[in-house]
Nanobody, 118 residues
């Protein structure tokens, strides 16, 4: 069974930086595209960054603008967010697929909580 384990979140102040990590276990196939999602309090889950199988192609949502970078090492996935803002407060998840709608995904990890507050 495939499992996603997200980590690296925490309580930070506006302007701080974080690197979120995602480890995949129980999967032994070829590398697949992967996406970071986030779910702010009271809102729906949404994709915020994606990376191709090879890592050569990436996407970062406008909401993160030039503040974030996604990278991978096979099935270890990372999201570096600089200059964190209160609106970045959310539960962050990773999963397979390139910007796949979260409504089409059945299995999720626990996520890692990012709280940006002064």
């Amino acid at each position: 069974q495939v499992q996603f384990v997200e980590s690296g979140g925490g309580l930070v102040q506006p302007g701080d930086s974080l690197t979120l990590s995602c480890t995949v276990s129980g999967f032994f196939g070829s590398a697949a595209p992967m996406t970071w999602y986030r779910q702010p309090p009271g809102k729906e889950r949404e994709p915020v960054a994606a990376i191709s199988s090879s890592g050569d192609s990436t996407y970062v949502a406008g909401s993160l603008g030039g503040r974030a970078q996604i990278r991978r090492a096979t099935y270890d996935l990372y999201l570096r967010i600089n200059d964190l803002k209160p609106e970045d407060t959310a539960l962050y998840f990773c999963n397979f697929g390139y910007l796949e709608s979260p409504k089409n995904i059945d299995s999720w990890g626990q996520g890692t909580q990012v709280t940006v507050s002064s």
